[in-house]
């Protein structure tokens, strides 16, 4: 089911387009974050923890800005990462008004098992797939990369 948007400068078939990826991207998602390596854990939580896998120790503002909240958002989440052993906090070497958090092996394992996790579902799902649609989905996989780094 396609909502077409009111915006006449769009042509319709693409603003139908649009609606069905926007709503197809929305349910995998929703569908592969499901699958975690702790079940308790929030989708923002787990957003810090794949982050600073990635990107190394942040500050409590970087991490806000990166995850786009406010920094009292970010401390709450953080906080609670802290008590459940996945991140810490250590001063800032060069200037000690700073507090660096960074990853524990607990917090780098649950970040690696729920990867882990998303990725066996998804190839499971694939697995039931024909050639032509595997196809398909690989050439939509590098089209919607390229969007997402507009």
């Known amino acids: 089911m396609s909502i077409v948007s009111s915006s006449p400068d769009l042509h319709p078939d693409l603003s139908a387009t ?5 709503m197809a991207t929305f ?13 308790t854990m929030s989708d923002g939580q787990f957003a810090v923890l794949a982050g600073l896998k990635v990107h190394g120790p ?10 786009r909240v406010t920094a009292p958002s970010m401390n709450r989440t953080v906080n609670c990462l802290e008590e459940s ?11 000690r008004r700073k507090v660096n958090i960074a990853l524990t092996d607990s917090g780098l ?25 595997l196809d398909v989905l690989t050439r939509a ?8 780094a507009r």
Do not use: F, I, K, N
């Open 18 to 22: 649009a609606s069905d990826v926007r």
């Open 141 to 148: 996989a590098e089209v919607m990369l390229g969007l997402a």
């Open 109 to 133: 394992e649950v970040v690696r098992e729920t990867v882990r996790r998303r990725d066996a579902w998804l190839e499971q799902a694939l697995a039931d797939l024909s050639p032509d649609e």
């Open 27 to 39: 349910r995998l998602t929703r569908r592969l974050r499901a699958e975690r390596a702790v079940d």
């Open 58 to 67: 942040h500050t409590l503002g970087e991490l806000a800005e990166r995850e």
């Open 85 to 95: 052993g996945y991140v810490t906090r250590t001063p800032d070497a060069a200037d």
